[in-house]
Structures are given as structure tokens and as C-alpha cells.
Nanobody
Framework: QVQLVESGGGLVQPGGSLKLSCAASGNLFSLKGMGWSRQAPGKQRELVATISWGDGGTKYPDSVKGRFTISRDMAKNTMYLQMSSLKPDDTAVYYC??????????WGQGTQVTVSS
């Protein structure tokens, strides 16, 4: 089994920055990639960033492109999401996920990000 623990969420003012972390442990083999998703109340879960574990390739939707940066530290089995120029619309619970080849996706418990003045 894989365990994912997110941290770094909190309250931030509009225009501010926040960095989320996701530490992975357990049976970490055949790693394919990791990602961050978010879900706001009454809305569907939205994928906001992905990173390939092998070559580090990243992808973002237009809603966060240029503001969010995903990265990973392979030695620490940890993934990060640097968020800047935050907007109230970014308020959501943020979840990290880990993909392994031929195995179900693992999810973290989520961390709340609130953007408000």
C-alpha cells in the first residue's frame, strides 16, 4: 500500500503564495507520476497539475498555468505545489495522487486552501 500525506494548506490573502507538500511512503515501485487535484464545495474535482516521475514533465490546465508549479524530490519521495497569485476561486481542498503502472491510483486525505481577505 501507498500512503500520501499532504501538508502546507491554510489561509492566504488574494495575491499571496502557498506551497503544498505531499510525502509518499509505502510500496513505491513502478512509479508513473504524481499530481494535484482540488475540489471546491459543490464542484467537481479538478486536476490542477501533474508531473511524470521519470522525466519530470509537467502539465497544467489553463486555470492555473503560470501561477502554479509542480515539482518532485525523488530522493525524498515528495511532491510539491507552489501556488502564487492566488485567487478566491482557488479556494478548495487540495488532494495529491500517485500513479503506479498497472495499479490503482493512490490519494491523500486532502489539505484545505482558503484564499480570502
Amino acid at each position: 500500500q501507498v500512503q500520501l500525506v499532504e501538508s502546507g494548506g491554510g489561509l492566504v490573502q488574494p495575491g499571496g503564495s502557498l506551497k503544498l507538500s505531499c510525502a509518499a511512503s509505502g510500496n513505491l515501485f513502478s512509479l508513473k507520476g504524481m499530481g494535484w487535484s482540488r475540489q471546491a464545495p459543490g464542484k467537481q474535482r479538478e486536476l490542477v497539475a501533474t508531473i511524470s516521475w521519470g522525466d519530470g514533465g509537467t502539465k497544467y490546465p489553463d486555470s492555473v498555468k503560470g501561477r502554479f508549479t509542480i515539482s518532485r524530490d525523488m530522493a525524498k519521495n515528495t511532491m510539491y505545489l507552489q501556488m502564487s497569485s492566488l485567487k478566491p476561486d482557488d479556494t478548495a481542498v487540495y488532494y495529491c495522487n500517485l500513479e503506479q503502472w498497472d495499479l490503482p491510483t493512490s490519494w491523500g486525505q486532502g489539505t484545505q486552501v482558503t484564499v480570502s481577505s
